[in-house]
């Protein structure tokens, strides 16, 4: 049923009442997140560990679904709390609008009536006639609207006042109040209207907000909690353009975040957690509650469905939860999680706020958020923070799945890489932004087509944020000519290239399409994407790689293992070792071979 708040209703509104009610839901909602994490520190955790009889796993099992209890409420009340706070702001913005609009025409004398009409007094003279211009009273126009503000999507034009008609068609008024009164009145229904639309907007999403009856929390219970966070972010969509930094730098970002209180920070994570966890500058931590939260809810809305991508992300993502579960050391944080395109998954080992070495790594073709990406590309950023740590223990390593990585059909193109690269770009921004070292060291690591992603990331106007090294493995090309034109310096630019592996031996462009060239020329040092990293014109520092794993059916590691194994110290020893050294800040002990 569509709202039907009158401006007297939203005069006499009390805003601080929703606000009132918001801040009990809240305190609703982080009680019941308290009680959550003592159970599962106090009571079931400990159990776990300690007791393995039937009894014991019975009572973990009923403490745990007491825990899902518990997290459901903490969510829900979370919302509930968004939701209020979001129809507070908006309609005590309108209030605002309708009470100056008031107080204006009180200060003319002019009377308001029960439809929003504003009257005004006779005033003027006709020079011709010698009469005075009447008075009259005029309402709101549809499609009428203050400077900066949106035009109503309602109304009706109604004019009760004696004028004069013009060669326009338009009622022409020559008491000098009319202007003055219809502007008023196109205030009040301005503010009106859009007090209708939140109320309507707000109340959609409030009347989702229902428990189902019962205790148990199960898949269906999440999948409605995932639809409850979708229509609360739909209804608040105002709200979180004017309280979130969306179109904020990262920096500014990390300022907007260190000035909230801890209550708000919060009901924001809380009540939206998708877009908190996305953003580039909140802190590394905040992201990983928001994510941890949204994983939930994306792996419940995934399991709703049946087509062969959501399949995969599903299989990526329990994947990502389980590791998530199980713990690790280094600690692991999600910085990302999302279903658009092929999914998006942005996971550190360590923590990048922290450590005083930092780097992150792009995959490449073929990679998607799917079983393999948890059980494989993950772990590599976990070989990487695992070795790196033997040389400095302040090490985070980062996987960054957040773009569309091609498919076979699409891995001759740039088209990716361009749309990746800006991504890529912002959250290097936001590492420097939220790290708490004054110059903590950087690495971007390109694996495959990801090399160049941040090739062409790094080839950009002040290269890649922060980024003090760059390492490109198993490349087919950066997009440049020369290490020079990434951005780092001299001796910054590191590249290997495993005998066995064909994606790093791949030809130009131009030798497919051209006559054969002789082996020195320079067309067979081209790659698909530019000349060949690992060849002496492009300037990288060849890192040490062995051969790796022979490809296809000479070994029983999969078509091209070797391409896969830069970060496997099992697989390639010397490349994973090297990798481990340029990220911990020891680019200075690499062991190196000549260029090809």
Known sequence: MASTLTWQQLK???????????????????HADSARERIEGRMSGP?????????????????????????YIHAESGLIRGTLDGLAAELTAQRKVLTQALDDAAALGYTVDDNGGVSYPADGKNEQTGEGYPGGTVYGEDGHFTPGSAAPSSGKHRLYEPGLGGADGKVKVPNPHYAKAREIANRISFAVLRARGADDRYSGALAKLKAA????????????????VDSVGASALPYIKEKLPLDKTPAERKDWWDHLTADEREEYVTAFPGLIGSLDGIPATARDDA????????????????????????????????????????????????DEGNGRAIVSYGN????????????GLGTALDGDFADDTVRRAFQTAKDARKYDHSTASIVWLGYDAPGLTEVASTANADKGAPEYRSFMEGIQATNMH??????????????????????QHGGIPGADDIVLLGSPGTGAQRADELNVGKGHVFSASAGNDPVSWLPGKESLLGPVQAVDSYMDEQRWFGRDPVSREFGAVRIESGDGPLPLYLSDEGPTPAHSGYFDPDRNPSAANNIAKIVAGRSD????EDPR
Not at 321 to 336: E, I, R, V
Not at 589 to 592: A, E, L, P, R, Y
């Open 291 to 338: 994510n941890r939260e949204n994983l939930k809810f994306l792996i419940a809305k995934l399991e709703g469905r049946h087509d062969d991508l959501s399949k995969a992300q599903l299989d990526g993502m329990e994947g990502i939860q389980a590791k998530l579960d199980a713990g690790s050391n280094p600690p692991m944080f999600l910085l990302g999680i999302g």
């Open 438 to 459: 004054k110059d903590p060291h950087v690495t971007a690591i390109g694996h495959s087509y990801g090399s160049l992603v941040v090739g062409t990331a790094a080839r």
């Open 352 to 363: 990048p706020d922290t450590a005083k070495n930092v780097s992150a790594y792009v995959p």
């Open 213 to 228: 009856p019962g205790l148990t929390v199960d898949t269906k219970t999440w999948a409605d909690i995932a639809s409850d």
């Open 47 to 71: 159990l776990d560990k300690t007791q393995e009889s039937e009894a014991a796993q019975a009572a973990i099992k009923r403490l745990k679904r007491l825990e899902d209890n518990y997290h």
């Open 589 to 592: 002990i690499v062991t190196t």
């Open 12 to 30: 006499d509104l009390k805003p601080e009442t929703l606000g009132h009610a918001a801040d009990a839901w809240g305190a609703a909602s982080r």
